[in-house]
């Protein structure tokens, strides 16, 4: 049935031909995950510059025990959840218990004197540091 006028009803085409199973937008290039780091990545979290090495994924899983755990509640606790770290792009709130001294270097383990928190920024910036210094040659 025809609307009153006679004419016929248009159907609205989009310029933009739909999307099939196989084609996807194209990803939007961002920061690198080092936060020094302006560079740009398509797919990936670190530029080739600042790609993470030295720790496996998944890790030793000496993170998931129930000692490790009560250590990161009592360092958080003590620390009020306020990262103590306060570095370039801090949060402020803390959510992770970071080894002052770090665990290669001969820092205790499960000591909360040498614990502190911070928050995932701070964390991973001091944690890649870290990293570096272990993979640097000695001289």
Do not use: F
Request: one cysteine or more; a positive charge.
């Amino acid at each position: 049935m025809n609307p009153p006028g006679g004419l016929e009803p248009t159907r609205r085409v989009s310029a933009r031909p739909a999307l099939g199973v196989s084609e996807h937008m194209p990803r939007a290039p961002k920061k690198c995950a080092d936060p020094t780091c302006e560079t740009r990545v398509v797919g990936r979290t670190y530029c080739d510059g600042h790609r993470p090495v030295g720790w496996a994924p998944g890790g030793s899983g000496r993170t998931s025990t129930a000692q490790h755990k009560a250590w990161r509640r009592e360092v958080l606790r003590l620390a009020k959840y306020q990262c103590q770290i306060r570095g370039p792009r801090c949060e402020g709130r803390a959510r992770e218990a970071d080894h002052i001294r770090n665990i290669a270097a001969g820092g205790a383990l499960y000591d909360v004197a040498n614990g502190q928190a911070a928050c995932g920024p701070c964390h991973r910036r001091k944690t890649l540091r870290e990293a570096e210094t272990g993979r640097r040659p000695s001289v």
